[in-house]
């Protein structure tokens, strides 16, 4: 907008002193802005006096008879009669003669003829006549205009451009994206509506997605409930159990669903405290001991370090990463804690089969499984791992995935120490 509102105002400023140069030395000559006689008069004479060639009597006479020659007002005054301001009385003594135009648009010339005898002649501009300054200003308001529409004309264009984007909504809820000139006055708000845009087609195949993952996640458990509700099982028998943790499945991927649009939507207000993040680690591991880790070997291994971050979020991302592990792990998990400049690392390794190269960029969409598996054992939404990456967005830290001395995946969250601090 500064640079719009800049280029408006030298626009108008220039075009003004333009127009106005330019119509003025059209309509108004130099006969009607001042007499040629005046300057030449006033060097003439202040010669004279100068050199005292001839006195102060006959220059009164010369001047008497060339001021009735060119209808000209001749008076003679002291110069203490006068009541000059002092500068100006300091100049006629220095250039002998002074150049004055009154209010009343009277045009006098002050000669010294010696240091207190002045003579001052007097001649009266021509005004430009009522039809000129009518004709003057109605030309210079229409070559104004002009100008102005040759300015506007390319921000009425992409004004326009960007009228006809906002209506050209397709089916898919993608807007068509506006082309602009960089040179374009309104490139930046055509750079904002093309994010806009893009962010609005994400958000609605984000929608569309989950809309999808709902119903395919949730055909599966049904199937199996539906199934085994075709013969009442007798309580606490084998297909009892199954149909409970049927619904259990179910109501852990509706809760998972539930965080992801909310994080998705909005950005919380972070509870930061200080938090030592060696000891979030092994409450996490010791929570999932006895049910995802009851398998598996589970180390925690580093110094305590400090971290102003929410608690809450950070163990959020830390126990999804660990989920995330344990249904891939065969025998082993390890979580390794380190500080590098000014960085502060936390490494989860497993030993399965880990990721390969080209999905690592993929592994944090949501919705995204690089196995396909959905079987009671590794099943889940897919949106464990993008919690996960907001997570880290909100504290400005990173999330990637690097091949674990384990021979499996390493999960790497990173914090910027300093950051967080201040």
């Given at each position: 907008?500064?640079?719009?509102?800049?280029?408006?105002?030298?626009?108008?400023?220039?075009?003004?002193?333009?127009?106005?140069?330019?119509?003025?030395?059209?309509?108004?000559?130099?006969?009607?802005?001042?007499?040629?006689?005046?300057?030449?008069?006033?060097?003439?004479?202040?010669?004279?006096?100068?050199?005292?060639?001839?006195?102060?009597?006959?220059?009164?006479?010369?001047?008497?008879?060339?001021?009735?020659?060119?209808?000209?007002?001749?008076?003679?005054?002291?110069?203490?009669?006068?009541?000059?301001?002092?500068?100006?009385?300091?100049?006629?003594?220095?250039?002998?003669?002074?150049?004055?135009?009154?209010?009343?648009?009277?045009?006098?010339?002050?000669?010294?003829l010696n240091n207190q005898q002045v003579m001052v002649l007097s001649s009266q501009v021509p005004a430009p006549a009522a039809g000129s300054l009518l004709l003057y200003s109605a030309l210079f308001f229409l070559l104004f205009g002009i100008l102005l529409s040759f300015w506007t004309w390319p921000l009425w264009r992409d004004l326009s451009a960007l009228q006809s984007a906002s209506h050209s909504l397709k089916k898919d809820g993608s807007l068509s994206e506006l082309q602009l000139n960089r040179r374009s006055l309104i490139y930046p708000i055509a750079a904002s509506f093309n994010a806009l845009a893009k962010q609005i087609k994400s958000l609605l195949l984000t929608q569309k997605e989950l809309t999808g993952a709902v119903?395919?996640?949730?055909?599966?458990?049904?199937?199996?409930?539906?199934?085994?509700?075709?013969?009442?099982?007798?309580?606490?028998?084998?297909?009892?159990?199954?149909?409970?943790?049927?619904?259990?499945?179910?109501?852990?991927?509706?809760?998972?669903?539930?965080?992801?649009?909310?994080?998705?939507?909005?950005?919380?207000?972070?509870?930061?405290?200080?938090?030592?993040?060696?000891?979030?680690?092994?409450?996490?591991?010791?929570?999932?001991?006895?049910?995802?880790?009851?398998?598996?070997?589970?180390?925690?291994?580093?110094?305590?370090?400090?971290?102003?971050?929410?608690?809450?979020?950070?163990?959020?991302?830390?126990?999804?990463?660990?989920?995330?592990?344990?249904?891939?792990?065969?025998?082993?998990?390890?979580?390794?804690?380190?500080?590098?400049?000014?960085?502060?690392?936390?490494?989860?390794?497993?030993?399965?089969?880990?990721?390969?190269?080209?999905?690592?960029?993929?592994?944090?969409?949501?919705?995204?499984?690089?196995?396909?598996?959905?079987?009671?054992?590794?099943?889940?939404?897919?949106?464990?791992?993008?919690?996960?990456?907001?997570?880290?967005?909100?504290?400005?830290?990173?999330?990637?995935?690097?091949?674990?001395?384990?021979?499996?995946?390493?999960?790497?969250?990173?914090?910027?120490?300093?950051?967080?601090?201040?």
């Amino acid at each position: 907008m500064a640079r719009l509102f800049l280029s408006l105002y030298l626009f108008i400023a220039l075009s003004l002193v333009g127009l106005g140069a330019a119509l003025d030395k059209l309509f108004f000559t130099d006969e009607q802005t001042a007499s040629p006689w005046l300057k030449n008069y006033a060097l003439s004479l202040a010669q004279l006096s100068a050199s005292q060639e001839i006195s102060a009597e006959e220059a009164q006479e010369q001047l008497q008879a060339l001021a009735k020659q060119s209808d000209i007002t001749a008076e003679f005054a002291s110069l203490d009669d006068l009541y000059l301001a002092d500068d100006i009385q300091q100049y006629l003594q220095t250039a002998g003669y002074l150049e004055l135009v009154d209010s009343e648009n009277k045009q006098q010339l002050l000669v010294l003829l010696n240091n207190q005898q002045v003579m001052v002649l007097s001649s009266q501009v021509p005004a430009p006549a009522a039809g000129s300054l009518l004709l003057y200003s109605a030309l210079f308001f229409l070559l104004f205009g002009i100008l102005l529409s040759f300015w506007t004309w390319p921000l009425w264009r992409d004004l326009s451009a960007l009228q006809s984007a906002s209506h050209s909504l397709k089916k898919d809820g993608s807007l068509s994206e506006l082309q602009l000139n960089r040179r374009s006055l309104i490139y930046p708000i055509a750079a904002s509506f093309n994010a806009l845009a893009k962010q609005i087609k994400s958000l609605l195949l984000t929608q569309k997605e989950l809309t999808g993952a709902v119903a395919h996640e949730f055909r599966t458990p049904l199937a199996r409930l539906k199934f085994a509700l075709a013969v009442p099982p007798a309580q606490d028998s084998t297909e009892w159990l199954a149909m409970s943790q049927d619904l259990d499945e179910l109501e852990r991927l509706v809760q998972e669903m539930l965080d992801y649009a909310a994080m998705e939507s909005t950005e919380p207000e972070l509870n930061v405290a200080e938090v030592p993040i060696r000891s979030l680690c092994q409450a996490q591991v010791d929570k999932l001991a006895n049910s995802h880790l009851k398998k598996l070997a589970v180390t925690v291994t580093g110094n305590e370090h400090l971290l102003w971050v929410d608690g809450h979020l950070v163990e959020r991302a830390i126990t999804n990463i660990l989920l995330n592990a344990s249904r891939y792990a065969k025998q082993q998990i390890d979580i390794r804690i380190s500080e590098h400049q000014g960085l502060l690392t936390v490494a989860i390794h497993d030993d399965g089969h880990g990721i390969a190269q080209a999905e690592r960029a993929q592994i944090f969409e949501p919705f995204y499984r690089p196995d396909g598996d959905r079987d009671r054992k590794r099943g889940g939404a897919g949106l464990g791992l993008a919690i996960v990456r907001r997570v880290q967005l909100w504290h400005q830290g990173s999330c990637a995935i690097e091949t674990s001395y384990l021979g499996g995946a390493c999960f790497v969250l990173t914090y910027p120490i300093e950051a967080q601090i201040n």
